[in-house]
């Protein structure tokens, strides 16, 4: 591998675990005792760069599954790769959480929702608003949302071979997103997170090596775009515009492979988690501190030490499998 790739890879896993973290903290912070402080300065635009982290992770899916995906006739063990990078390690947390579950008295645990969350389609449980008996799916919208554009590529890189095509996918998903944000908003960012992946498609296919300049052109239109929404009333289509923007100046830079941000064995050691802590973070939480910004912190700590656990013991657990079938141990639990 190029040490250019290296160092691209190792940008894009660093930044994934920062989001990641991001995100979680927030949702920790939002469920604890310091919910009633999610108002104020800084938990109150928390949110921002949690979102912009969202559409970093639909960006670089896309970017990265396109790369390894480019045409029709190479999509030789897509499906394979997927279900089993994905899958195993999705059901094994889930099978965890059961037990969890069961041991805990929690309400809702065979019913049909559960199996909607163990398909990882949790996702529509919430967008046609039906409810969730199960105690599964905490906050798993994102993961039917990858589900989906998995289901979907082979149709897009058949289809759209052609720069004229590509503009139209991605012009139009961003108009579908802008007039969804407002006939159907969600609590959470939808319709901006869904264009991630178009835009990431559209930069792996017929961006070429122009990922720099695309930032710099996408961190400028952010700049303006936050001018307008100060004088447009402060209204959310603008905003998560300006956070589709901030996500793909992000992408950009850490396209260009040249902006390490956290030592590699950091990444290394730290990568794998980001399933697990993704499946996990809502559901384990003890009162460590008085003080809620600590407590949330503390909180999150103790649940990357819990995903570490988890991802190990999957790993035991496939290599015990592969050595029991005489086969080498190929499958690793890492997020798409």
């Known amino acids: 591998m190029a040490r250019a790739t290296q160092d691209r890879n190792a940008t894009v896993q660093a930044l994934k675990l920062l989001f990641l973290l991001c995100i979680c903290y927030g949702h920790i912070f939002a469920e604890g005792p310091g919910a009633s ?7 109150r635009l928390w949110w ?35 279900v089993s990078r994905l899958f195993g390690l999705f059901l094994f ?17 065979f019913s049909m929702d559960t199996l909607f969350n163990l398909a990882g389609l ?20 994102f993961m039917t949302l990858l589900l989906l554009f998995y289901l979907v590529y082979p149709w897009i890189g058949r289809v759209v071979t052609t720069p ?46 122009n990922a720099g300049r695309v ?7 952010c700049v303006a775009g936050a001018v307008g929404y100060s004088l447009s009333g402060h209204q959310p289509v ?9 996500g793909v100046a992000v992408t950009g830079l850490a396209l260009t492979g040249i902006h390490p941000l956290l030592p590699s064995r950091l990444v290394a050691a ?17 009162p460590l501190a008085d003080n809620p910004y600590l407590d949330a912190l503390l909180v999150l700590g103790m649940n990357v030490c819990i995903a570490w656990v988890l991802q190990r013991a999957y790993g035991g657990l496939v290599r015990l499998m592969a050595l029991m079938a005489g086969q080498p141990n190929t499958v690793r639990g890492r997020a798409a």
């Open 37 to 43: 402080l999610m108002h104020t300065l800084p938990m």
């Open 48 to 82: 921002v760069p949690g979102d912009v982290g969202l559409f970093f992770f639909t960006a670089t899916s896309g970017y990265f599954t396109t790369l390894r995906y480019p045409s029709p006739d190479r999509m030789e063990g897509y499906w394979t790769r997927k």
């Open 93 to 109: 947390l889930n099978a965890v959480l059961g037990c969890v579950f069961l041991v805990t008295g929690r309400n809702g645990l």
């Open 122 to 141: 949790n996702g529509f449980l919430n967008w046609f608003h039906l409810g969730n008996e199960s105690p599964f799916g905490a906050g798993q919208w």
């Open 164 to 209: 004229a095509r590509g503009r139209l996918l991605l012009w139009g998903g961003v108009a579908l997103a802008a007039v969804m944000q407002v006939a159907a908003p969600y609590g959470h960012s939808l319709w901006s997170t869904s264009v991630g992946f178009l835009a990431g498609f559209w930069l792996a296919r017929f961006g070429g090596g």
């Open 215 to 221: 930032a710099l052109f996408a961190a400028i239109s």
């Open 238 to 246: 603008v905003a998560y515009a300006i956070i589709g923007l901030a």
């Open 270 to 286: 730290f990568g794998d988690l980001l399933l697990p802590l993704y499946i996990i973070h809502t559901y384990f939480r003890l």
